[in-house]
């Protein structure tokens, strides 16, 4: 797209950077009539929607080239490689019925499921035996090779009719023969072991159902001077009330998760993955999230049964609910348009394709219900903010909707009819996505891993992770309803996702009438308020106005404050910015010269004490003229060099933050951050975010190398601050103290960790409901760690 940026002459591109909404139809038909004289661009276009062009074609040689690559690894036992290698050989293998080799692909789907077999994945190489088995009926090796396979899961009367149905099969004499002696060994087996029974191996495949509620919400769309259009309670609501479930209008996996994460659901995907049945872009998790995505069949009358029959009975409890799809109805096929042989939606951005896909839904739509196809894109009704965006973000928008346009019409041809404001209402469709999608995210370790061990009983002395975790954004997503939520600083309510479904739970009681909001990102306690203020500024175009952002709030005065040189002072000095008080109830701050804001003053009594204690004077002193500038205490007006103090707690967190580099630490290597977490404590404040970061660090250095008593004790320090930051009951502490919790199981202490365990599960249970171990897959181990079941992964 640079090149085509580039060829822009210098007065088009001043007209579209000036221009506004209003002129869009006049810009962006200049823009067209531009490129359309363009070579360059016609080159462009042809490397994007030219099928032979396209990186992204099925390719049997290819397919067959990696399935010997396999072969050669699962020789030399290289299991792994040869799983990875087959994975690629099916990615690649044309298994639609136009161009399916039936004998390739049913090869090496039993080829990935022998080796997953010898890996220990038993339910992944069953399903790998069942898409041989489907494709081609009578494969003797894939109903031996599910044989063998229920054998090990212990299902021996199972394992003996496939092993049947393998020698009935088998032409070979050789081939018959070791079928018969593995039956025989199987038989006598099944004479002396009781049966198991094989699980659904398909489970995976299951929606969650939303369990029963114990509280009715009804929440209502309204509109405020203040903050435009939001929700807002209808009624009083309880604490961990489900208030708000909602499908997707689109959706479009994370370019850096593709090879991850499945395509559709966004879930981490198995080692059996399944692919595309007409390119090789995408991967699923499933057969059924395939489906679902390509369309090869219409929704299955029972697949979302148990979602739906909840979904139907929210239908009173949420305003959006009925967003919700029913059973009969036929999902669209979100990738079905972009697999045309063309490689446009892998290379163009995220957010570009989403925007194409809705653009499907809307025409496809139209196609079926007979009416005209005009391009001209969905009413979404939702915000763009176009006349705010910079010069660069309007001609590049204007570009790739000039691009996507044609990419669509490639792909539907005559179908589609233009209309004189097609592309301006795509450019406005473009950045609807950019300002209201939401980012689904997925819990994962930080450490790289799925899963963290627990090590329980006494401490001999070996290193243990500690349990950490983070939200990775895997997918964007337009969530029409979802976007009404407006936004603050400290949200009453909590968003989640189950699959592609956003998930809204009160986190704590709303009166009826209030206000229902989420959090955007910034959160108070999380980010000071001029930085919470610059990030919705730059990527929403508001100014924040919640609470937390007009009222001074005391974890903005701390988190990034340096301490009192008076060591019985327990005030707080800013690096940057400077407080007003004039005769009157509120504080002007400056940061800089630069931003400035008006806030009033809170209600002491309705802070803790030890926060108490940092305002006490400044709250005070009522009808008291006070000017705090940079450098100086808020209490006693010491002052201190800011510059000075800037620098030395800069060089001393880096030291320390070195120990997080080092792959194989020895703990030799932690004394000198412990010389430098002193020195940080004698310049940052008690309460300061960069303490609290350090004691973290330090304490995850110490689980590392086996020393679990100094672990324990930084990890409670880091939780203390924590606590003086957020809200009592703020998620971020429930992470904290299973960090800690992991830490007190590593030492042996059942009894600490299960009151530890107790705090954060109460925590995590008022942000996620019933849905919390699906959602945190590991509590379910680290409790029964806890209550001494077993040695689990957390």
């Known amino acids: ?64 080239e990696l399935k010997g690559q396999g072969n050669a690894c699962f020789s030399r036992r290289e299991f792994g490689e040869a799983l990875r290698f087959y994975s690629q050989a099916l990615r690649h293998v044309p298994i639609n019925s136009d161009g ?16 997953m077999h010898k890996l220990g994945l038993f339910k992944e190489s069953l399903r790998d035996c069942d898409r041989a088995i489907t494709i081609s009926p009578n494969y003797s090796k894939a109903w031996y090779r599910k044989g063998m396979v229920k054998a090990s899961l212990k299902n021996y009367s199972s394992a003996i009719h496939d092993l049947n149905s393998a020698l ?113 872009i995408p991967i699923y998790c499933s057969k059924r999230c395939q489906e679902q995505a390509v369309g090869d069949i219409s929704c299955n009358q029972d697949s979302h049964l148990e979602y739906n029959d909840h979904a139907k009975s929210l239908a009173k409890l949420s305003i959006t609910s009925t967003s919700c799809k029913s059973p009969s109805s ?46 001209s894109g969905p009413n979404l009704d939702l915000v763009h903010h176009y006349d705010q965006q910079s010069p660069a973000n309007k001609l590049e928008s204007q570009i790739y909707a000039i691009v996507l346009l044609l990419c669509l019409q490639n792909h539907y041809r005559s179908d589609l009819l233009w209309t004189e404001d097609s592309l301006s209402q795509l450019v406005l469709l473009i950045f609807q996505i950019k300002i209201n999608s939401i980012a689904i995210v997925r819990m994962e370790s930080i450490d790289g891993g799925p899963e963290l061990t627990v090590h329980r009983g006494v401490s001999s002395g070996e290193g243990a992770n500690m349990c950490s975790l983070e939200q990775v954004r895997v997918a964007q997503a337009i969530y029409v309803s979802g976007s009404l939520f407006n936004h603050s600083c400290r949200p009453n309510v909590h968003a989640y996702f189950l699959s592609r479904a956003l998930i809204v739970r009160s986190t704590e009681f709303i009166k009826s009438g209030s206000p229902v909001e989420i959090s955007y990102g910034p959160q108070a306690g ?88 940092v305002a006490r004077t400044l709250f005070g002193n009522s009808g008291v003229s006070l000017n705090i500038d940079p450098g100086c205490c808020m209490n006693c007006r010491s002052q201190i060099d800011v510059p000075s103090a800037v620098a030395t707690s800069q060089k ?39 303490l609290a970061q350090a004691e973290d660090t330090i304490a995850e250095a110490f689980a590392k190398v086996g020393d679990q008593e100094q672990a324990q004790k930084h990890c409670k320090a880091s939780i203390q601050i924590i606590e003086k930051l957020y809200q009592p009951k703020h998620i971020a502490i429930a992470h904290e103290l299973i960090k800690l919790v992991s830490i007190l199981l590593s030492m042996g202490d059942r009894a600490s960790a299960a009151a530890a365990f107790a705090r954060a599960e109460a925590i995590f249970s008022l942000y996620y409901g019933s849905h919390m171990e699906k959602i945190l897959a590991y509590l379910g181990a680290l409790n029964r760690a806890v209550r001494g079941e077993s040695t689990g992964a957390c």
């Open 526 to 613: 999380e980010m000071h308020l001029p930085e919470r203020q610059k990030s919705l500024q730059e990527n929403y175009y508001f100014s924040c106005q919640c609470s937390s952002c007009s009222e001074l709030n005391l974890s903005d005065l701390v988190m990034n404050s340096f301490c009192c040189p008076q060591s019985n002072c327990l005030g707080a000095i800013s690096e940057a910015a400077s407080y007003y008080m004039p005769n009157e109830n509120f504080v002007h701050v400056s940061l800089g010269g630069s931003y400035v804001c008006k806030l009033s003053l809170p209600d002491v009594s309705k802070v803790g004490k030890d926060m108490e204690k």
């Open 330 to 375: 036929k999902l669209f096929a979100e990738h079905r348009h972009e697999c045309g042989g063309a490689h446009w939606a892998a290379v163009l951005p995220a957010d570009i394709v989403l925007a194409g896909r809705i653009m499907a839904r809307d025409i496809e739509k139209r196609m079926l219900s007979g009416k005209s196809v005009a391009i």
């Open 100 to 115: 399916m080799d039936v004998n390739l692909a049913s090869a090496i789907y039993v080829n990935r499921a022998s080796t």
């Open 1 to 64: 797209m640079e090149r085509l940026k580039s060829a822009v002459p210098a007065e088009l591109r001043r007209a579209v950077g000036e221009g506004s909404a209003a002129d869009l139809q006049a810009t962006t038909s200049r823009l067209l009539a531009f490129f359309d004289s363009l070579p360059l661009f016609h080159e462009v276009m042809r490397e994007l929607t030219d099928p032979e062009l396209a990186l992204c074609r099925k390719d049997k040689e290819r397919a067959v």
């Open 652 to 690: 001393e967190a880096s030291k320390i933050d070195r120990l997080k580099e080092i792959t194989l630490l020895h703990k030799a290597l932690i004394p000198e951050a412990l010389q430098s977490l002193k020195q940080l404590k004698k310049l940052r404040h008690p309460y300061s975010k960069a």
């Open 168 to 280: 009935r099969m088998e032409v070979t004499s050789l081939g018959k023969g070791n079928i018969e002696r593995e039956l025989n060994s199987i038989l006598q087996k099944h004479e002396n072991f009781d049966e198991v029974e094989t699980s659904n191996c398909d489970s995976k495949d299951a929606d969650l159902p939303l369990e029963g509620q114990p509280h009715k919400v009804i929440i209502e769309s309204v509109s405020t001077p203040d903050k435009g259009r939001g929700m807002a309670s209808t009624d009083d609501i309880p604490p961990a009330s489900l208030i708000h479930v909602e499908d997707p209008l689109a959706a479009i996996i994370m370019k850096c998760f593709r090879e991850t994460h499945c395509h559709f659901c966004f879930s981490e995907a198995p080692a059996d993955v399944v692919f595309c049945p007409s390119c090789t």
